[in-house]
């Protein structure tokens, strides 16, 4: 996990759903098992460059799921939203 510079980390900042992404992905990305591909979101293009390839592996593994057609990648991730996202990512078998 990075902090936003090389001297601030920010720990009590929300999160956007981008980020979250990001976080988890790095954790857990060699013991995904993506066998379907990623839903086209309508605000694709609002996404950041180096959020791109964690959102797109963990929506194409069922781990986060957009709304309306949309990601919403700057919206920060309401407590049901991390929820579920936390109890998807509890339920994979990481034991690879």
């Not at 009590?12 to 857990?28: G, L």
């Not at 180096?50 to 949309?70: D, F, H, Q, R, T």
């Amino acid at each position: 996990m990075q902090g936003l510079t090389k001297t601030t980390f920010a720990p009590n900042n929300t999160i956007s759903r981008q980020d979250a992404a990001v976080i988890v992905y790095r954790a857990i990305a060699e013991k995904l098992d993506v066998n379907s591909s990623a839903p086209q979101f309508g605000d694709e293009g609002e996404i950041a460059p180096y959020a791109k390839e964690a959102v797109k592996l963990l929506s194409a593994s069922g781990l986060l799921n957009g709304s309306s057609g949309n990601f919403n990648p700057r919206s920060n991730m309401t407590r049901a939203e991390t929820a579920t996202f936390l109890l998807r990512i509890y339920n994979l078998n990481l034991q690879k």
